[in-house]
């Protein structure tokens, strides 16, 4: 057969990171004899292919309706069910990836002058599972498949030796009660590795903390501090792992989520003060429905400011907004980022001085 792979999230928004369901589709149906393609985009002659295999992570992505309704079509992932529908077959599942799926997009991507650098994810990764699931079943989290956290595959499954790295999608390895065992043989492969998602610092112990932090872990250490109620929990378990570790580490901050409206602004200030406090880098998740707040463009500002170390580490919230209109070309008007300080200011002078002026220098412990 002649197989068409559409990654939906590639063709509409771009993706930093390559679709590992269609890299397992994709090697599974070579070594099957089938004849498979990567498709480049939706004008490509759809007729020619006997089945059309779709993959979508993201719910926002756009799909034209012609192309949902062809009858050759197949498709799956987190974008089209909250819970990622119909699994892979197991042998789909447990086949080692092709990587070579997305080369020769790549390569068209760097003839018009993209930088291979910024396809690192598709080049120098091993990338796959080695546990699934998690028991907490957040309500914005689309894994909810599972009631707790599960061996699924074993490195050799998905380690291309000749690949840098290993990158762990994981959805919450601290919570699998093998942790320990699955830490180790990472380490013993040799090879920098690093955890996708956010880790769940709510499950950190001080064995967790002195191993992970003595792993040969490959960039950041990332945590998620998702709910203000978690305040105290986060504070313990922040204690514990700046005792033991001291490298780079961000906490995703999830905003508008639960309200969009100055409560979650206060919220999530708390929020990033805690994470100053402890010498660690907040990392501002804005979930969709901040678009429909009045608030929306102070969202937008707390993440450029948050989500740019060199700035965050050196200017406080409102040295950001400033720095912003100095540099702003239209004489006698404001820039973005100060009209947002200014507006909210003018509405909540006394949340604004509690958390407009706070430096990551001076609130450092």
Known sequence: MKIGLIDADLLDNGTK???????????????AGDDV???????????SFDKLLMSKVFNFTKVPDQVLLRENLKKGGTGFSEDGGEC????????????????????????????IKSFYAYTDYSIGFLTRGCFRKCNFCVNKKYDRAVRHAYIEEFLDSSRKKIYLWDDNILAFEGWKEVLYELESIKKPFQFRQGLDIRLMTSEKAKILSELKYSGDYIFAFDNIDDRNLIIEKLKIWREQCKK??????LTAYYSQDEKDIIDTFERIKIIMEYGCLPYIMRYEKYKESKHRSLYIQLARWCNQPQFFKKMSFRQFCEANQKYHK????????YRALADFEFQYPEISREYFDLRYEDVKQ
């Open 17 to 31: 990171h390559p679709n590992l369901a269609l890299m397992k589709l994709s090697a599974y149906h070579k070594a």
């Open 37 to 47: 393609h990567l498709i480049k985009n939706y004008n490509d002659d759809l007729d």
């Open 88 to 115: 892979l077959p197991y042998e789909v599942e447990h086949h080692m990836p092709d990587y070579s799926l997305y080369d020769d997009y790549i390569h068209l991507q760097v003839s018009k002058g993209k930088n």
């Open 248 to 253: 780079t580490t961000k906490l995703y901050v």
């Open 330 to 337: 239209t004489e006698g008007t404001l820039c973005s980022a």
